[in-house]
């Protein structure tokens, strides 16, 4: 079972910041916060990953709480090809736990 | 691209007939995993493989079997199929048994 809570739905204007929230609040101190996003039936695409410190690539950014039990992930200047729906998964990364999927926010980024 | 390649993309068949889905990771990666997509229940996690050694198994019907060969492609066989097997099936692959995974495009099964 997924063990993070999302919103089902959000919209975003082009050109805005999409934040996308997350909870985990019974997240293990070996468990990391994984992104991924889905685009219309295409395979799943790795987005960015972090344990405890703000995490940032070219995609996105990632802000995690001190205490560990929620996470955003920041989408700086959304654009319409960023409408998917967003994952957010935690996973120890000791290889004995799977990468489960939960059902995700749809994000839909309108002009 | 993802660098994961699948294939077939697209497949029709009849119910009670036996498919293999093939599945080439990434160069370098030792892991491979399996995860089924239908419209009422989301990705579903199958199987994971790492070297050739089966390291995770989530909820595969016993009519559904996998292997990873030595040169580190996998294959999924489905058998005995069934209406409700029809879905997207995704091959993922990863350096080791964590870490990121890369999805491929998937395979598009119709089972009529």
């Known amino acids: 079972d997924a063990k993070t809570t999302q919103p089902p739905s959000m919209d975003c204007a082009e050109g805005r910041a999409a934040n996308l929230p997350c909870n985990h609040s019974t997240i293990s101190g070996n468990e990391y916060v994984y992104w991924y996003r889905q685009i219309h039936s295409q395979g799943p695409q790795y987005i960015i990953h972090?344990?405890?410190n703000n995490e940032t690539n070219e995609m996105a950014s990632l802000i995690i709480t001190e205490d560990r039990k929620s996470s955003t992930l920041i989408l700086p200047h959304a654009t319409l090809r960023d409408t998917a729906v967003y994952y957010c998964i935690v996973r120890d990364n000791s290889g004995n736990t799977p990468l489960v999927f939960g059902k995700g926010t749809r994000l839909s980024v309108i002009a | 691209d993802s660098g994961v390649t699948q294939t077939p993309k697209h497949l029709i068949t009849a119910t009670g007939q036996r498919v293999t889905l093939r599945c080439s990771p990434r160069s370098g990666d030792l892991s491979v995993y399996w995860y089924q997509q239908s419209l009422d229940q989301g990705l579903q996690f199958l199987i994971q493989y790492y070297n050739g050694e089966e390291r995770a198994k989530g909820n595969i019907l016993e009519r559904f079997s996998a292997q990873q060969f030595p040169d580190l492609h996998s294959e999924l066989n489905l058998s005995s199929l069934e209406l409700g097997d029809s879905a997207l099936y995704f091959c993922?692959?990863?350096?080791?048994?964590?870490?990121?995974?890369?999805f491929g495009e998937g395979s598009r099964l119709t089972v009529l």
């Open positions: 993922a692959s990863s350096v080791a048994f964590a870490g990121e995974l890369f």
């Open positions: 972090g344990l405890k």
